[in-house]
Each structure stands twice: as C-alpha cells, then as structure tokens.
Nanobody
Framework: QVQLVESGGGLVQAGDSLRLSCAVS????????MAWFRQAPGKEREIVAGISRDGGSTYYPDSVKGRFTISFDNAKNTVYLQMNSLKPEDTAVYYCGGRRRSGVGVNPNLYDHWGQGTQVTVSS
C-alpha cells in the first residue's frame, strides 16, 4: 500500500520559514519523481516544486523561485520543501505527489500518488 504523509504545516507570519516533509512508503522511492503542489480555496492545484527521481533536475514556478527548495533523503524515503520568505499568497493546502516517470511533470494529472495535504497559513 502506497502512502505519502505530509507534515510540517502551520500558521506563520509573513517573512517566516517552514519546512514541510513527505514520508513515503510502499513504493520504490528512487524510481519516482516527486513534487509539491498547493491548492488554495477556489483555485486549481498548482505545482510549487518538483524533482526528478535521480535528483538531477528541479523545477520551480516563478512565484516561488528563489524562496522554495525541494530535496529528498533516499535513506529516509522523505521529500522536503523548505519555504523561506513566506507571503500571505502562499497560504494553501500543500500536497506531496509522486509519479513513476523520470522527469518532473507540472500537471497534477500526471501524478500517480498523493498525500492527504498539510495546511500552510501565512498571516500579514
């Protein structure tokens, strides 16, 4: 049974930092490309960071580039999202996704597995 479990969300002030974690089980971690998406109320799910399964390439949209960093620890089967200089517009539920392909996909429909999400709220 594949499980992706996110943690680390919370309520912070603008300018603060948070680190999200996604613990992965039930799949061969090294064969999956991983990504973080977010979804705000009334909006579509959008990618905020992706990393290829070999770690050789990453993707960030302009809205978070330079502020967010994705990484993984193969030994712990865990994906991280370091978020710095948070803004109120970063407020959303953040989801971890995995796809059994070599490259990062920006479309959420390309992902095979999802976590339950963790809420991030940034106050001004």
């Amino acid at each position: 049974q594949v499980q992706l479990v996110e943690s680390g969300g919370g309520l912070v002030q603008a300018g603060d930092s948070l680190r999200l974690s996604c613990a992965v089980s039930g799949l061969t971690f090294s064969t999956y490309s991983m990504a973080w998406f977010r979804q705000a109320p009334g909006k579509e799910r959008e990618i905020v960071a992706g990393i290829s399964r070999d770690g050789g390439s990453t993707y960030y949209p302009d809205s978070v580039k330079g502020r967010f960093t994705i990484s993984f620890d193969n030994a712990k089967n865990t994906v991280y999202l370091q978020m710095n200089s948070l803004k109120p517009e970063d407020t959303a539920v953040y989801y971890c996704g995995g796809r059994r392909r070599s490259g990062v996909g920006v479309n959420p429909n390309l992902y095979d597995h999802w976590g339950q999400g963790t809420q991030v709220t940034v106050s001004s």
